[in-house]
């Protein structure tokens, strides 16, 4: 089995792993590490995918890897958006799940 | 129509394509740097400039009859990034330009800096995100690559999630996050399905790509994820949990930009995926699923509106029944058959009539909600009566959205309808004319306690010119009913023939 | 098996070990601990597939910088919450159902990656056709720089954004003031004499790495990420503070990334072939001119971006 072989599987197993923090996890800053999780499983099959097309002297394909470190920007921005809401949130409402917030329905006063 | 050979070469006018995209990001830039009253004169500025550079790309564009191409850097893709304009996208940036225009208009009312101060929160903030939505729109418009365009979602997601919680409320800021962590999960997603394109294909460009694809699991597996997730930031039934509370307790003018325009950004990519880049992988099984949720969207989204208390929760969840047509196009855009082409204009046309239906019955509902304290459906009687131009604006926004004429809305519905009856499908048609009637219903309930003769007293008037844009934008979903065959033609430059059977 | 392979497989469980502790983890805090410790287990991958560029920029900003930001907020919301037992479990049937679903999207993923050919597609002959015409050594530099430099310059734009929308979140009252430094505020002798140590060293590295970045691993993600870390740590010994939002000298660095790099794009219309075009002969300079601004935004941004909104004014 190659590494990259090996990637593949790690990849594909913390994009699942990810999505399942999103789905079940109350927690906004855990959801925020679920996604984390997920874009770095993508990041990785890009990496694979780098890898699979080694050639004219390089060892993986540039184009690939330059998307990730772009990629690997976004999410960080991403990232920080997201803790801000959070914090911002408990700031004003108090410690407040996802679930637990549906009086968007009530008219306004 | 066939678009390969013209792949990688620019064409005459095609640096109108990246000055679209780089004007706003200036005025982004400018804004921040020079801060407070400044953002606001420079976004203001820009978009006269901005919706000149949208005609001129579509006048380019009817003269010439093909896509216009314009190729960044010099590097012809698959190694370099090509922009490319079709009928669809000009049509969109000019919608783009004059509604983002109309939002900045209409919101220099509340989002000025107050005298005496250098600069505050809210202004700075709502001149720049604005400018980036415009930015960030035009870029998903015209991107002719995969990557490029998760750029442009992502930048478009930045610029829309901090508009729904400027008043710092907790309710919208709860709204904001989760909205945020749907449109991350989304563009995760799309990124996934980038990422095995290039790995089997080699090039994220999409005229290249639509060359190379084959129907393979590799593909269906990519088209899948990345459906599902622009899927997920277009609030498609029943990905919409988000939309609603985040488009309802937004600023008006925000969420008369997020209603009529951003959804349709991710939106737009789903159409270039599944006619751009797969139109030679038969997709009438996608396309029927595709037609079902908007199906779904249309019934279980005109019900719940029919059920709302506020003004503008209806109009939000009206919104989720009328994304839902937006999709009945993709099952009769289908193989060579005669009704594609109106089918095809059909979706266009709702796309653009519920643009400007649904800004102006958000800014109407915005001064509503600001001369009377509130916008209680129940508490409205009389209103007709103290604004009239304010309920005759939001009036025709309903008029289309019914689908009655003469309104743009009509003519979208109309379109399908033919399309759907001439396919030998009426399933669609029949879809569409309940969710009508279902419209109907919910606008019933605004406009009939709104026209009762009883006495109603504002805490203040609204200003005219505030009306007159939410009635300029009406008029303008109207006006689309009375479109000439000749902008039909239009929409159709650069549209791919989709392979298949001609059932 | 040779003991590489060994070395990767005991690798691969050791990623997938600690992502799942960051998932299953009772306390929020341990799990955000856990994926600080997943991204550097993380680059270590990005080493073994021959990515250097992109281990460091794992290292620097997926697992240094954010992990920064996440245990300041781990630690915030530990605080700020009365107890911790409000937040349960969606039912067990969710659960399974969720379970199920990622399950199967990773088999059905695991399926596809497995089957993409190999050796796959490639624009590595594309790339190195064109290297020349750039000037530069490293290819991902080329790519990032001068091929798709669209999509770069874009990046910085959403950086920008983020800032806006960070920035968005203060309370009013507080709007021209400045954010609170990253976690750490009262200065201790050992992290102060760090403060001091660490900053001129880090500077050079960072400056070093943006420099070699032209052709060999390296450039201005990566040293400004180092660039930022480097503020970070004085800031967090308390040698300095964060500037306030309304600081001319501030914005400016925050914009002049995204502001240089469009202005030289802009200028290709003039004085190369088009639009984000460099002039023959001139690319590697300004490439490294674009790149020296850009080092500089990022520097600044990324702390920005963990500091959060204004939280005080500082003329009291």
């Known amino acids: ?109 | 129509m066939n678009a390969a050979p013209i792949a990688s070469a620019s064409t005459a006018g095609g640096s109108l394509l990246w000055l679209a995209i780089i004007l706003p990001v200036v005025g982004i830039l400018a804004s921040l740097l020079s801060g407070g009253r400044h953002a606001e004169r420079i976004a203001l500025l820009l978009m006269p400039t901005g919706f000149g550079i949208a005609i001129a790309i579509a006048i380019f564009l009817w003269r010439s009859g093909q896509p216009l191409v314009y190729v960044i850097g010099g590097f012809n893709p698959p190694l370099g990034i090509a922009l490319r304009a079709d009928g669809f996208s000009a049509v969109m940036l000019v919608t783009t330009a004059l509604i983002v225009a109309a939002a900045g208009f209409y919101a220099r009312a509340i989002f000025a800096t107050p005298p005496g101060i250098t600069e505050a929160r809210a202004p700075l903030t709502f001149w720049i995100l604005l400018q980036a939505i415009w930015a960030s729109l035009n870029l998903v418009f015209l991107g002719g690559d995969l990557f490029n365009l998760y750029v442009a979602i992502e930048l478009l997601t930045f610029a829309a999630v901090p508009l729904v919680c400027l008043d710092s409320r907790a309710e919208t800021i709860s709204a904001a996050l989760r909205y945020l962590l749907f449109a991350l999960c989304g563009s995760v997603f799309y990124l996934l399905g980038v990422a095995l394109l290039y790995g089997a294909y080699g090039t994220l460009d999409i005229v290249l790509l639509s060359d190379r694809v084959s129907s393979e699991p590799v593909v269906w597996v990519a088209a899948g994820l990345m459906t599902a997730g622009l899927l997920a930031k277009t609030a498609l039934f029943p990905l919409h949990l988000w939309l609603p509370p985040a488009h309802a307790n937004a600023p008006a003018a925000c969420s008369a930009v997020l209603s009529a325009l951003v959804v349709k950004g991710s939106f737009f990519l789903i159409v270039r995926l599944w006619f751009g880049v797969l139109p030679n992988v038969p997709h009438e099984a996608v396309s029927f699923i595709l037609a079902a949720l908007g199906s779904a969207a249309i019934l279980f989204g005109s019900v719940l509106a029919l059920q709302q208390e506020r003004l503008k929760l209806l109009i939000a969840y009206s919104t989720v029944a009328q994304i839902g047509y937006l999709f009945l196009m993709f099952p009769l855009v289908q193989g060579p058959n005669l009704w594609v082409a109106e089918a095809w204009s059909g979706g266009i046309m709702q796309t653009l009539s519920h643009a400007f239906a649904k800004a102006a019955m958000f800014l109407a509902a915005g001064l509503i909600a600001e001369s009377l304290g509130h916008d209680r459906i129940r508490d409205l009687r009389g209103i007709g009566a103290v604004m009239p131009m304010t309920l005759f604006a939001f009036g025709l926004g309903g008029l289309s959205l019914m689908g009655l004429p003469p309104s743009g809305g009509f003519l979208a519905k109309w379109l399908l309808l033919k399309a759907s009856i001439e396919a030998g499908r009426p399933i669609w048609g029949a879809v569409m004319l309940s969710g009508g009637l279902l419209a109907a219903g919910y606008l019933y309930r605004v406009l009939a306690p709104a026209l009762s003769s009883d006495i109603l007293h504002l805490k203040a008037p609204p200003r005219r010119s505030r009306e007159a844009v939410a009635l300029a934008l009406a008029l303008t979903a109207i006006a689309l009913g009375f479109a000439p065959k000749a902008f039909f033609d239009f929409l159709q430059i650069g549209r791919v023939a989709v392979a298949g059977g001609s059932s | 098996m040779s003991i590489l392979q060994i070395l990767d497989i005991g690798l691969a469980g050791l990623v997938l070990a600690v992502a799942a502790w960051t998932v299953f983890a009772r306390d929020a805090f341990a799990a955000v601990v856990g994926f600080v410790a997943y991204g550097l287990l993380l680059s270590l991958v990005w080493v073994r597939l021959f990515a250097v560029d992109v281990a460091l920029t794992e290292a620097a900003i997926g697992s240094g910088v954010t992990g920064v930001l996440l245990i300041g907020a781990a630690g915030r919301l530990r605080k700020l919450e009365a107890s911790g037992g409000d937040d349960e479990l969606p039912g067990a049937s969710l659960r399974l159902f969720a379970a199920a679903l990622c399950i199967f999207v990773t088999l059905v993923l695991a399926g596809v990656v497995l089957s993409l050919p190999d050796p796959g597609p490639t624009l590595a002959p594309e790339a190195a056709r064109h290297l020349a015409e750039t000037g530069l050594g490293n290819p991902i530099t080329a790519v990032l720089l001068s091929y798709r430099s669209f999509d770069t310059m874009l990046e910085k734009v959403v950086l920008v954004l983020a800032v806006v929308g960070v920035w968005s979140l203060a309370a009013d009252q507080y709007w021209g003031g400045a954010a609170g430094n990253p976690r750490g505020a009262e200065p201790d002798g050992t992290r102060a004499l760090l403060a001091q140590v660490l900053p001129p060293l880090g500077i050079l590295i960072g400056i070093h790495m943006v420099w070699v970045g032209a052709d060999e691993p390296g450039g201005a993600f990566q040293g400004g990420a180092i660039l930022a870390a480097m503020w970070m740590i004085t800031m967090m010994a308390g040698l300095t503070e964060m500037p306030s939002i309304r600081s001319r000298l501030l914005r400016l660095v925050l914009v002049a990334g995204p502001a240089v790099f469009v202005a030289v794009g802009v200028a290709g219309v003039a004085f190369a072939s088009g639009v984000f075009a460099y002039p023959t002969g001139f690319a590697k300079p300004l490439i490294l001119f674009i790149e020296a601004f850009m080092t500089l935004s990022i520097a600044v941004t990324l702390p920005v971006l963990v500091a959060g909104p204004p939280k005080r004014l500082r003329q009291q």
């Open chain 1, 1 to 109: 089995m190659t590494a990259a072989t090996l990637a593949g599987f790690i990849g594909s197993a913390l994009v699942g792993l990810g999505l399942y923090g999103l789905i079940t996890d109350p927690q906004p800053i855990r959801k925020i590490l679920g996604f984390n999780l997920i874009g770095s499983g993508v990041f990785l099959l890009f990496g694979i995918v780098a890898r699979k097309g080694a050639a004219a002297g390089f060892a993986a394909d540039p184009v690939p890897q330059a998307m990730v470190i772009t990629g690997i920007v976004v999410a960080f921005s991403a990232s920080a958006l997201a803790i801000a809401l959070v914090l911002r949130l408990y700031e004003v409402a108090g410690p407040v799940s996802l679930r637990s917030e549906h009086t968007s329905n009530k008219a306004e006063k």
